[in-house]
């Protein structure tokens, strides 16, 4: 996981996993490449508090995608943006 602000514009990669139960993580992104456009500061993660008391805080990030590489239907300059938490990513 990186430190919070030193993603900003930078390329990152969603990890390709499958946890058990709940997660903010959509599955359409797994394994893509975005641009984080915007570090929203460290906040609670979801997964986390969704099977229990225990609490964890990361940095989270505004990430970009082109719409065409998720979905291969030809939307070329389409932006989609998912707001994600630090263990979502890893460095592309």
């Given at each position: 996981?990186?430190?919070?602000?030193?993603?900003?514009?930078?390329?990152?990669?969603?990890?390709?996993?499958?946890?058990?139960?709940?997660?903010?993580?959509?599955?359409?992104?797994?394994?893509?490449?975005?641009?984080?456009?915007?570090?929203?500061?460290?906040?609670?993660?979801?997964?986390?508090?969704?099977?229990?008391?225990?609490r964890r805080r990361e940095p989270t990030y505004s990430v970009?995608?082109?719409?065409?590489?998720?979905?291969?239907?030809?939307?070329?300059?389409?932006?989609?943006?998912v707001d994600l938490w630090d263990s979502y990513l890893e460095?592309?």
């Amino acid at each position: 996981a990186a430190k919070l602000g030193r993603l900003h514009n930078a390329t990152v990669r969603v990890r390709e996993w499958h946890p058990h139960g709940h997660t903010r993580c959509p599955g359409y992104i797994r394994g893509k490449n975005g641009t984080v456009v915007r570090v929203d500061g460290i906040h609670s993660v979801p997964d986390i508090e969704a099977h229990g008391t225990a609490r964890r805080r990361e940095p989270t990030y505004s990430v970009r995608f082109d719409a065409a590489d998720l979905w291969r239907d030809g939307q070329r300059g389409v932006w989609v943006h998912v707001d994600l938490w630090d263990s979502y990513l890893e460095r592309s």
